[in-house]
C-alpha cells in the first residue's frame, strides 16, 4: 500500500545537538511538506517542497533545514538555532496544490 | 486574512448521539475544504473533501459536511456518533494557486458509553 513513512517515531535529543526527521512516500506525489503540532494550535507549515531541488520556506522556517535530492524523500532536520523545538511534526504529501494531504504518523520530539 | 475556525475546542457526546462539528472559514475565492480526523499519536487521516459542485458531501466513517456559502461554514456531521469516533477533528480550507493550507485549531471529540 502507498503512503507515508516517518522514522523515528519518537526521538530525544540534548539542547544544542541538530536532529534530522526522516519522511519517505511511495504515492508518487510531487508535493512533499513539513508541519509542527502543538498542543491548542493546530498545524503550522515548516517547510514546502513542490517539485525535486525545490523548496519553500513556510510560516515558522527559523531553525529548520530541509532538502529534497530525490522525489520520494524530504528529511527535515532540526537545528540548535530552533529556540523550542519539543514538539510532535508531521511530514504530509499532495498530487498538487490543492489536493488532499496525505499525512505519515508523525514523529515526537523532545528535546531536554 | 484568510483562516479557519473551530469553535469548540472540546465536545462530549453520547455514543448513539448525533453530532455537528462547526467550521468557519475566510477566504475571498471559491474554497477548497477538507476535513481531517488525528487520533492520539498518529497522523491526521481524510475524512472529506469539498471542491465544487453538490455543497453535500459524503465521506469515510459515516461523516458528511456541508458547504454553506453565504456563512461560511463547512460543519461536519454524524447522525451517530460509535465510540471509536472520539478523536480530534481538523478542518482545513486549501490556498487556490498555492502550496499553502490553513487548518483550524481543532476539536477534541469525547464519547460517552
Known amino acids: 500500500d502507498g503512503g507515508i513513512t516517518q522514522s523515528p517515531k519518537y526521538l530525544f535529543r540534548k539542547e544544542g545537538q541538530n536532529v534530522t526527521l526522516s519522511c519517505e512516500q511511495n504515492l508518487n506525489h510531487d508535493a512533499m511538506y513539513w508541519y509542527r503540532q502543538d498542543p491548542g494550535q493546530g498545524l503550522r507549515l515548516i517547510y514546502y517542497?513542490?517539485?525535486?531541488?525545490?523548496?519553500q520556506k513556510g510560516d515558522i522556517a527559523e531553525g529548520y533545514s530541509v532538502s529534497r535530492e530525490k522525489k520520494e524523500s524530504f528529511p527535515l532536520t532540526v537545528t540548535s538555532a530552533q529556540k523550542n523545538p519539543t514538539a510532535f511534526y508531521l511530514c504530509?504529501?499532495?498530487?498538487?496544490?490543492?489536493?488532499?494531504?496525505?499525512f505519515g504518523n508523525g514523529t515526537r520530539l523532545t528535546v531536554t | 486574512a484568510q483562516s479557519v475556525t473551530q469553535p469548540d475546542i472540546h465536545i462530549t457526546v453520547s455514543e448513539g448521539a448525533s453530532l455537528e462539528l462547526r467550521c468557519n472559514y475566510s477566504y475571498g475565492a471559491t474554497p477548497y475544504l477538507f476535513w481531517y480526523v488525528q487520533s492520539p499519536g498518529q497522523g491526521l487521516q481524510l475524512l472529506l473533501k469539498y471542491f465544487s459542485g453538490d455543497t453535500l458531501v459524503q465521506g469515510i466513517k459515516g461523516f458528511e459536511a456541508e458547504f454553506k456559502r453565504s456563512q461560511s461554514s463547512f460543519n461536519l456531521r454524524k447522525p451517530s456518533v460509535h465510540w471509536s469516533d472520539a478523536a480530534e477533528y481538523f478542518c482545513a480550507v486549501a490556498i487556490s494557486g498555492t502550496y499553502k493550507y490553513i487548518f483550524g485549531t481543532g476539536t477534541r471529540l469525547k464519547v460517552l458509553a
Open positions: 517542497s513542490q517539485i525535486v531541488n525545490d523548496f
Open positions: 504530509a504529501s499532495s498530487n498538487t496544490g490543492n489536493s488532499p494531504l496525505h
